[in-house]
């Protein structure tokens, strides 16, 4: 008796699908939690990186107590989403650090609640995001969408299993009650979207079955709105008027979202009853007067033609002179799919319709199986009874779809995702996200968050998964974090790798981490992830230091001395290692390392600066650390290190003072003893005034020429002194470890004994020269002796050329002694 026009399906966003035992719907905790999080999200998009990037560990709605100010925020977000080249990203950034917090917020006991938390987390995000009208914002959006509707439909079916599999207080289901359970679930899930898809409108039942409805029918009317997608119009007031005109009422939209009892309850508000019990007739027929035995007459329940209902409703499917919607009412309701799919246009559509059709079917066989629908055997079409879905042949149907639509949505990330995880082949999906990550096209960064926690799941399910491609996605994630300057995230991705991997990869990360502020934070996240940051710290220094093949260069060649960007970057790299001063053993091993390259390419300045950033109480931390653990004696390879260190220092203190100043102390020497004073020449035949000053000038000269004499005198035993100290050096020799017991280090050695011979001649010929030009020649021949003595054996480090070059210069000395009237060797001649 009333008319009624309904608006088209399929005009709403698409919802996160929520199973039908949940009593709150996704529209109903979508408007609890609204307000706060725009709030949250207002807040995130005028924080910088770090603000939110900082803020991580906090809950999304934590600390808003005051809701006074929310209507006021939504405006204010959509004025700040609308501004934004890509609002969509900006809004939804907050997503990375979120998962991370519920990841670390739940145990392995509270699995499915982490689950529920990602599924809110997307929803709300979504939610946020429809006040930007951005296409990026909008594909984000969907991308969100998509997410949750995924957490939702694993939430429930893994739950389902993990009961079925783990409660041992239940009784061991059957295959066939298992099938048609997660076939169910799939139902509910997919209903659920189509039920959020339109909104409100059990909430409108009202406004629609009054008097106004008759306005908007008008309207409809007058615009000539004749679409299939449209509800068609009722323009008669007769109860059968819908099938006589075939202008049927759109209850297929109730249906398709599971609302039943909404459509009913429709039916009746429109005086259509008739067509509300047509609804009802799938209900088993009982009667609890039969077995019940008492006096007191009880309701029976169900149809007890139930047979010949669902025969009649078959039929009713096939009647072509019927609306397609109104077809497909009843073929819901009787299993009959051919027509049920002719009003499918979507992928969620198809998949509904095959597992509701599938559900009917095997329930139906396993009424019969069980005597307790005997007599509708007879009613039921062949095509029915004989049936013989399975999920994986739904799928492949699907992939084979005429529909372009449905075709295009198979192969959609999330839709490929669902369909592996309905059927739960595990070795499928991973096979999938292979392909994804070796692809051209980069993967959404929400998409591989999503998969990368997905796989966390699985493992701490203890479900059986390729390691491999565990390893990939989550490289991957971590990669897209490292890439984004997500730095408070990245270690504990890393800490679920394989530790060998781990390391490899944190080590890597920190090499990109310029900002020295961030490098204590990156170790303090490090040790909480249980990562092993000795070994990482190790790895990064080892990395950089290596990373030029550069081999040692003998010092005749030319050479570029000066400190390069990469030699600065080797330089900063040790403060890796200086943190913990528990890592104060390896931060001297890994200096040393470096500043033996820089020996060998003479770079002294960088070698100092290294040098400088090694701590001056390293060597007492060290045995301080040993001392801890009772250890008497260190071991040989950090004592052999700390004396490798003092050689490096004794070498460097040859060239600078030992305030590490820029002046070279041979310098100091070299440029005094090049500017002795100049003897003043006397004048011939000079006047008495002449003579006195001329004196005047000699005793002048006599005194500058004592104190040039003293200087140089000073600055000489200070060079011998130096380079003394690194030739003689005590208990072995420069560069020679003490220690033969320790771990033998080939390239150490080789590098160590290289610079034994690329140093020790240089410094021995600096001496020559430093004495020879103090006029010192009888030390310049003791200089002989040391070299070619056995004890020292620094002989050994030179080569022919060297050797001959160093007695060409000392037969200079012999000559300027015997100048002097001395022996060769300057002593005095004997008469």
């Known amino acids: 008796m009333y008319e009624l026009v309904l608006y088209p399906r399929g005009q709403s966003e698409l919802p996160s699908p929520v199973v039908r035992d949940d009593e709150v719907t996704i529209a109903a905790r979508r408007r609890r939690k609204k307000v706060a999080c725009i709030l949250h999200l207002f807040a995130l998009n005028n924080l910088d990186d770090s603000d939110w990037t900082n803020s991580m560990y906090t809950s999304p709605v934590s600390g808003l107590e005051n809701t006074s100010f929310f209507t006021e925020d939504i405006t204010n977000l959509s004025s700040a989403l609308l501004k934004e080249d890509d609002p969509g990203e900006a809004a939804a950034a907050s997503l990375f650090p979120e998962f991370l917090a519920s990841f670390l917020k739940h145990s392995s006991s509270a699995v499915f609640d982490l689950l529920e938390d990602y599924q809110a987390l997307c929803q709300d995000k979504s939610v946020v995001l429809r006040a930007g009208q951005n296409s990026k914002t909008a594909g984000v959006r969907w991308l969100l969408q998509q997410e949750s509707s995924t957490w939702r439909l694993i939430t429930s079916l893994y739950r389902y299993l993990y009961k079925v599999l783990y409660n041992v207080e239940t009784h061991p289901l059957v295959v066939v009650d298992c099938v048609i359970t997660v076939l169910q679930l799939v139902v509910d899930w997919l209903e659920c979207i189509a039920k959020d898809q339109i909104g409100d409108f059990s909430d409108n039942i009202e406004y629609y079955a009054k008097n106004v409805c008759w306005e908007n029918t008008l309207h409809a009317l007058k615009m000539r709105r004749k679409s299939d997608n449209l509800c068609l119009l009722c323009v008669s007031r007769t109860p059968d008027a819908p099938l006589r005109q075939q202008r049927p009422l759109n209850l297929f939209t109730l249906i398709r979202a599971g609302m039943t009892e909404e459509a009913q309850r429709l039916c009746k508000r429109c005086g259509q009853a008739w067509r509300a019990a047509t609804l009802e007739g799938w209900k088993l027929y009982h009667d609890p007067n039969m077995t019940s035995g008492s006096i007191e007459l009880q309701p029976v329940e169900g149809n007890p033609q139930r047979g010949i209902w669902k025969a009649c409703c078959w039929r009713m499917a096939e009647e072509e002179q019927l609306n397609r919607y109104e077809r497909a009412i009843y073929a819901s309701l009787s299993g009959n799919l051919k027509p049920l ?15 509701r059709v599938m559900v009917d079917s095997l329930v139906e066989k396993d009424l019969m199986s069980s005597g ?8 039921l079409p062949r095509e029915y009874l004989e049936a013989n879905w399975t999920m994986e042949k739904v799928f492949e149907e699907l992939q084979a779809s005429e529909s372009k639509r449905v075709l295009e949505e198979t192969k959609e990330h999330y839709h490929i995702i669902q369909k592996f995880v309905i059927l739960g082949d595990l070795d499928g999906l991973l096979e999938e996200f292979s392909d994804w990550l070796t692809a051209s096209k980069p993967l959404p960064s929400h998409l591989l ?35 984004d300057q997500q730095t408070d995230l990245v270690a504990s991705y890393v800490g679920q790798l394989p530790a060998e991997l781990a390391t490899a990869q944190y080590a890597a990360f920190l090499e990109t981490v310029t900002q020295v502020e961030l490098r204590p934070r990156c170790l303090q996240l490090a040790t909480e992830a249980g990562l092993d940051v000795a070994a990482i710290t190790k790895l990064v220094v080892e990395t950089v230091r290596e990373r030029d093949d550069t081999e040692f260069t003998h010092h005749s060649q030319t050479l570029e001395t000066g400190t390069t960007k990469e030699d600065q970057r080797k330089i900063d790299i040790i403060d890796w290692l200086l943190f913990d001063p ?12 470096i500043m033996r390259k820089f020996l060998a390419l003479q770079k002294h300045d960088a070698a100092k600066a290294v040098f400088s950033k090694v701590p001056d109480d390293s060597m007492k931390e060290i045995c301080c650390q040993w001392a801890g653990v009772s250890q008497t004696t260190l071991p040989a390879e950090d004592e052999n290190s700390i004396r490798e260190h003092l050689c490096i220092r004794a070498y460097l203190v040859c ?20 500017n002795a004073p100049q003897k003043p020449a006397p004048a011939p035949e000079a006047k008495f005034t002449e003579k006195v000053a001329n004196e005047m000038r000699e005793k002048e000269y006599q005194t500058s020429l004592s104190a040039w004499s003293c200087r140089l005198e000073v600055l000489t035993e200070d060079v011998k002194e130096r380079i003394y100290n690194v030739l003689l050096f005590v208990d072995g020799g420069w560069m020679v470890d003490n220690r033969q ?15 034994r011979s690329l140093c020790l001649p240089r410094l021995s010929f600096l001496l020559l020269s430093v ?48 100048d002097r009237g001395l022996d060769p060797l300057g002593y005095e001649l004997q008469p």
Do not use: P
């Open 341 to 355: 799919l002719a009003v499918c246009e979507s992928w969620e559509d198809c998949v509904w319709a095959y597992f």
């Open 372 to 379: 307790m629908a005997h007599q509708e055997v007879e009613t």
């Open 449 to 483: 968050r999503f998969m990368s926690h997905l796989l966390l799941f699985f493992r701490s399910l203890g479900l059986a998964l390729k390691e491999e491609v565990c390893v990939d996605v989550l490289k991957a994630y971590v990669s897209l974090l490292i890439r």
């Open 582 to 593: 528990a890592h104060r053993a390896e931060a001297l091993k890994q200096s040393n390392a």
């Open 655 to 674: 060239y600078h003072s030992l305030s590490y100043d820029s002046h070279e102390a041979f310098t100091d020497w070299f440029s005094h003893s090049s």
């Open 741 to 755: 017991d320790s771990e033998q280090d080939s390239e150490r050695s080789h590098q160590m004994a290289a610079l």
């Open 771 to 818: 004495l020879q030009n103090s006029s010192r020649h009888q030390e310049a021949l003791r200089l002989a002796d040391i070299i070619s003595s056995d004890q020292h054996r620094l002989y050994q480090v030179f080569s022919k050329e060297e050797l001959r070059r160093f007695l060409q210069k000392l037969r200079e000395s012999s000559l300027s002694l015997l």
